[in-house]
Nanobody, 126 residues
Framework: QVQLVESGGGLVQPGGSLRLSCAASGFTLDYYAIGWFRQAPGKEREGVSCISSSDGSTYYADSVKGRFTISRDNAKSTVYLQMNSLKPEDTAVYYC???????????????????WGQGTQVTVSS
């Protein structure tokens, strides 16, 4: 069965960095887009970044563009989210997700994804 497991969250000071990992199993990572989402208390889940299956194209929400970098290592079945210059507003639970019907139009839409990890907490605070 499809399984996604996030890791790498934690407490970091503003301006600091974290690297999140999403370990995939139960399917061939090469063939699927993987997205990162986050949800802060009292807010809706929002798309942060996505990496496509075909050519490795990357997509970012405006709020993280220039600070976050998504990458994938198909041999390790793992997708990474490098987060630099972190801000308090980046505090949230971060999830990775995938699904078979993701298109360019829905690449940062949570509703387009069928499989989700359990999430990892990221807290940015001094």
């Amino acid at each position: 069965q499809v399984q996604l497991v996030e890791s790498g969250g934690g407490l970091v000071q503003p301006g600091g960095s974290l690297r999140l990992s999403c370990a995939a199993s139960g399917f061939t990572l090469d063939y699927y887009a993987i997205g990162w989402f986050r949800q802060a208390p009292g807010k809706e889940r929002e798309g942060v970044s996505c990496i496509s299956s075909s050519d490795g194209s990357t997509y970012y929400a405006d709020s993280v563009k220039g600070r976050f970098t998504i990458s994938r290592d198909n041999a390790k079945s793992t997708v990474y989210l490098q987060m630099n210059s972190l801000k308090p507003e980046d505090t949230a639970v971060y999830y990775c997700a995938t699904g078979p019907f993701i298109t360019i139009a829905t690449i940062l839409s949570a509703g387009a994804y069928d499989y989700w990890g359990q999430g990892t907490q990221v807290t940015v605070s001094s």
